[in-house]
Structures are given as C-alpha cells and as structure tokens.
Nanobody, 121 residues
C-alpha cells in the first residue's frame, strides 16, 4: 500500500515562509517522480512543482523563484520550501508520486491527504 503523508502546513503572514514535507512508503521511491500540487476553494488542482528521480525540477510560473522542491531518496522524503508567500498561495497542498509499487508493476499516480496552507495579508 502506497502512503504519502504531508506535514508542515499552517497559517503564515504574507512574505513569510513554510516548509512542507512528504514521507513516502510502499513505493520504489528512488525511481518515482515526486510532485506537489495545490487546490484552492473553487479551483481545480494545479501543479506547483515536480522533481524527477535524478533531481530535475519544474515549477509553475506562479511560484518560480519563490518555491524550491527537493528530495532525500535515502529517507524517502520530498520537500517544498515556500518563501515570499502570498495570499494567493492559500490552498490545500498535496504530495504526489508517479511510480511503481514493485518492479515490473505499472506506474500509477498516488496522492497524499493534503495539508492546508493559509497566507494572510
């Protein structure tokens, strides 16, 4: 069973910082593409950042230069460092894994339960 457990969300003032963490289990982590998505009320879930198994990153234009995604393959963790936060960053943030549960099994998408990030003006 694949589990993705997020932590680190909370309430912060505009201009502040938060660091989200996601602990993965049940997946071959070092070959999985990991990502962070977010969903604000009334909006569709959108990609925030992804990181490949080799560490190549990609970001949504709205967070470039402010957010940094990273991973620790040995500890099966992925992080999202969020700086210069804005009220429009307020959303539920979800950890995502695109990978395999075991060798020879097909890739699937897996989601965490989400963590709330609220940025006050």
């Amino acid at each position: 069973q694949v589990q993705l457990v997020e932590s680190g969300g909370g309430l912060v003032r505009a201009g502040g910082s938060l660091r989200l963490s996601c602990a993965a289990s049940g997946i071959i982590f070092n070959i999985a593409t990991m990502g962070w998505y977010r969903q604000a009320p009334g909006n569709e879930r959108e990609l925030v950042a992804i990181i490949s198994p080799s560490g190549i990153t990609n970001y949504a234009d709205s967070v470039k230069g402010r957010f940094t995604i990273s991973r620790d393959n040995a500890k099966k963790l992925v992080f999202l460092q969020m700086n210069s936060l804005k009220p429009e960053d307020t959303a539920v943030y979800y950890c995502n894994a695109n990978g395999q549960r075991a060798p020879l099994q097909p890739k699937n998408f897996y989601w965490g339960q989400g963590t709330q990030v609220t940025v006050s003006s």
